[in-house]
């Protein structure tokens, strides 16, 4: 029987997951055999790994779960799966053809299925596999970047150079007034570490206007912050030690990006150049009071500029540029405290571990979020130039071990 929920729900979901498709394959145009296939670095999987493992996905919780349909090519669950094979044995692959085959088998399937699936009940679920396609799309766009540059990190060149006439942006900060907010999101779409929403305290506290750009990285750099231990926690020393790093992964010296945000620089780094500078990294509950706080309302924002869904005129998101951009591109994304390029662009680490909120209940697995609560990643905000919309939002909570350097992640400064 056929469910009585408004057909609009219905065919909203079915666009998300076209939409989303789409983009997803936009990636993979004119890719090569060796490039689908290479494991670019060695945290991730290749990028052809992460298009089977959308197939699986999708296969596994909407058509073998919530349908009770047998599995979609069983013979692809021991590569295609999180934790059956290790990250350098997932090189392995059927070609390209082959893997889009396996997904459009499953697509047409799963919509078919969305034409009589009880989506009251599963609609979390549904919102949660467009999230997690979203996810993997992100990490084929920037694991793509990283075999473009690899072993090359002078070629890096985002998009948008400075003008010549144009001088790098002053560093200043927004006073931000102490008090209670609401924290995290029980939206239909909230994944299960952004739950449950709650209030929070905060003291009074400044904030960056903008992430710190390459320009203010390179005084720390020239200071030679990399060299004076008294810049640098114990364990980010130790780390220092161990890795002889002098600059961010991928730097650019070129001058005229000096207005895009730093990047490539893992927690350590980040801690560092806040102590360089006399500052520190906003906690988690500061980051996103920041971003996501009416003042004038006195409510919360789904996004920095209220609840209207992200655009190319508001952030640099969804690989539309696919590169960073200066830090004040996007006059319609500030806040309502008037912080710039908190979404989109890059990643920012916080000073919080990431764990769980009060109430935490695991969905749909235990190993989505639970499994980093382990005293060990920090959180990050803010999402990169890379992601996708459907994962784009001030509550959305990425984790990091604090030695990973990522192309996608930098900060901004808090005291």
């Given at each position: 029987m056929r469910s009585t929920l408004k057909p609009s729900s219905r065919e909203a979901i079915a666009l998300a997951l076209h939409q989303c498709r789409t983009g997803t394959l936009k990636l993979f145009q004119g890719i090569d055999w060796d490039t689908f296939?290479?494991?670019?670095?060695?945290?991730?999987?290749?990028?052809?790994?992460?298009?089977?493992?959308?197939?699986?996905?999708?296969?596994?919780?909407?058509?073998?779960?919530?349908?009770?349909?047998?599995?979609?090519?069983?013979e692809y669950h021991q590569l295609f799966a999180a934790d059956r094979l290790p990250?350098?044995?997932?090189?392995?692959?059927?070609?390209?053809?082959?893997?889009?085959?396996?997904?459009?088998?499953?697509?047409?399937?799963v919509l078919n299925y969305l034409e009589t699936a009880p989506i009251e009940e599963q609609e979390r679920l549904w919102r949660f596999i467009i999230q997690h396609e979203s996810q993997h799309c992100e990490t084929i766009a920037f694991v793509?970047?990283?075999?473009?540059?690899?072993?090359?990190?002078?070629?890096?060149?985002?998009?948008?150079?400075?003008?010549?006439?144009?001088?790098?942006?002053?560093?200043?900060?927004?006073?931000?007034?102490?008090?209670?907010?609401?924290?995290?999101?029980?939206?239909?779409?909230?994944?299960?570490?952004?739950?449950?929403?709650?209030?929070?305290?905060?003291?009074?506290?400044?904030?960056?206007?903008?992430?710190?750009?390459?320009?203010?990285?390179?005084?720390?750099i020239k200071s030679g912050g990399y060299q004076n231990p008294k810049y640098w926690s114990k364990l980010g020393w130790n780390w220092l030690q161990s890795n002889s790093v002098n600059q961010p992964l991928y730097w650019s010296d070129n001058p005229t990006f000096d207005n895009h945000p730093v990047c490539g620089v893992s927690w350590y780094e980040a801690e560092a150049y806040c102590q360089f500078v006399g500052q520190r990294l906003p906690t988690e509950a500061e980051w996103e009071k920041a971003a996501s706080w009416s003042t004038t309302t006195m409510t919360k924002n789904i996004?920095?500029?209220?609840?209207?869904?992200?655009?190319?005129?508001?952030?640099?998101?969804?690989?539309?540029?696919?590169?960073?951009?200066?830090?004040?591109?996007?006059?319609?994304?500030?806040?309502?405290?008037?912080?710039?390029?908190?979404l989109?662009?890059?990643?920012?680490?916080?000073?919080?571990?990431?764990?769980?909120?009060?109430?935490?209940?695991?969905?749909?697995?235990?190993?989505?979020s639970q499994?980093?609560?382990?005293?060990?990643?920090?959180?990050?905000?803010?999402?990169?130039?890379?992601?996708?919309?459907?994962?784009?939002?001030?509550s959305f909570r990425n984790w990091y071990y604090p030695e990973v350097r990522q192309i996608i992640a930098g900060f901004r400064c808090a005291k």
């Open positions: 296939c290479r494991q670019a670095h060695p945290e991730f999987s290749p990028a052809g790994w992460h298009l089977g493992h959308i197939a699986y996905t999708e296969d596994l919780w909407l058509l073998q779960r919530c349908a009770g349909f047998p599995p979609t090519f069983p990250k350098k044995d997932r090189v392995f692959l059927p070609t390209f053809s082959e893997v889009c085959y396996y997904l459009d088998t499953v697509r047409k399937q793509l970047l990283v075999g473009q540059i690899s072993g090359q990190p002078k070629i890096v060149k985002p998009a948008f150079p400075l003008p010549s006439n144009q001088k790098p942006i002053a560093s200043e900060m927004i006073a931000i007034p102490g008090g209670e907010f609401i924290m995290g999101n029980d939206d239909i779409n909230a994944l299960d570490n952004e739950r449950n929403s709650h209030n929070c305290s905060v003291e009074n506290y400044s904030i960056d206007r903008y992430p710190v750009t390459c320009y203010q990285y390179r005084q720390f996004y920095p500029w209220g609840e209207e869904t992200p655009t190319s005129h508001r952030c640099n998101h969804d690989n539309n540029i696919g590169k960073t951009t200066p830090v004040d591109t996007f006059p319609e994304g500030k806040s309502a405290y008037n912080c710039w390029d908190m989109g662009n890059v990643w920012e680490w916080t000073a919080s571990w990431f764990d769980g909120y009060k109430g935490f209940e695991s969905y749909p697995y235990r190993g989505y499994t980093y609560f382990d005293g060990e990643h920090r959180v990050l905000k803010g999402g990169s130039w890379a992601t996708r919309p459907w994962a784009l939002r001030s």
